[in-house]
T-cell receptor, first 111, second 111 residues
């Protein structure tokens, strides 16, 4: 079965501290994984995708097929990073517009 | 370029009624996906339309249906509304490679 698990509902850190948002997936094929972010009162938007291997707003995520994980990391959290983060898996090897989302993790960065 | 738009933004209905929600994708995008977002279940895929054809369907009852027009605009319909259908309904459009752009959502409340 295709599934995405984000084990933490809430992650609270202080400004300047490192951040790691966990994401594990279950998928039999070759996965395509994404991180989406939703800031307060804004729409859901793409943060990064594993195939582009980019660093967006200081965030990176590495696909680890052995551990079936795609954790999101940032070395120094900023207050403006406070938001809801969703990990998502593209079903059907990315050939269709079906995303399977995790339950989301709220990141709270305290001053 | 204008983003994905959804109308109406808010809707209140009573049990047993039916409702139609509309989504206008970004110009040039041919794929439109619909998701239901609730506090308990998170973001769940409803269906996807591409070039006026349903390309993918999630695990929702037949009361949930959709369609896409030749200009790529899409509608979803929910018949015989139940209290549990209260949710935020999101649509997303994509051009290629499954990078989905989300609309602001329609908040449906069923009384």
């Amino acid at each position: 079965a295709q599934r995405v698990t984000q084990p933490e509902k809430l992650l609270s850190v202080f400004k300047g501290a490192p951040v790691e948002l966990k994401c594990n997936y279950s998928y039999s094929g070759s996965p395509e994984l994404f991180w989406y972010v939703q800031y307060s009162r804004q729409r859901l938007q793409l943060l990064l995708r594993h195939i582009s291997r980019e660093s967006i707003k200081g965030f990176t995520a590495d696909l680890n097929k052995g551990e079936t994980s795609f954790h999101l990391k940032k070395p120094f959290a900023q207050e403006e990073d406070s938001a809801m983060y969703y990990c998502a898996l593209s079903a059907d090897s990315g050939n269709t517009g079906k995303l399977i989302f995790g339950q989301g993790t709220t990141l709270q960065v305290k001053p | 370029k204008a983003g994905v738009t959804q109308t109406p933004r808010y809707l209140i209905k009573t049990r047993g009624q039916q409702v139609t929600l509309s989504c206008s994708p970004i110009s040039g995008h041919r794929s439109v996906s619909w998701y239901q977002q609730t506090p308990g279940q998170g973001l769940q895929f409803l269906f996807e339309y591409f070039s006026e054809t349903q390309r993918n369907k999630g695990n929702f009852p037949g009361r949930f249906s959709g369609r896409q027009f030749s200009n790529s605009r899409s509608e979803m319909n929910v018949s015989t509304l139940e209290l549990g259908d209260s949710a935020l309904y999101l649509c997303a459009s994509s051009l290629v490679n499954n990078e989905q752009f989300f609309g602001p959502g329609t908040r449906l409340t069923v009384l």
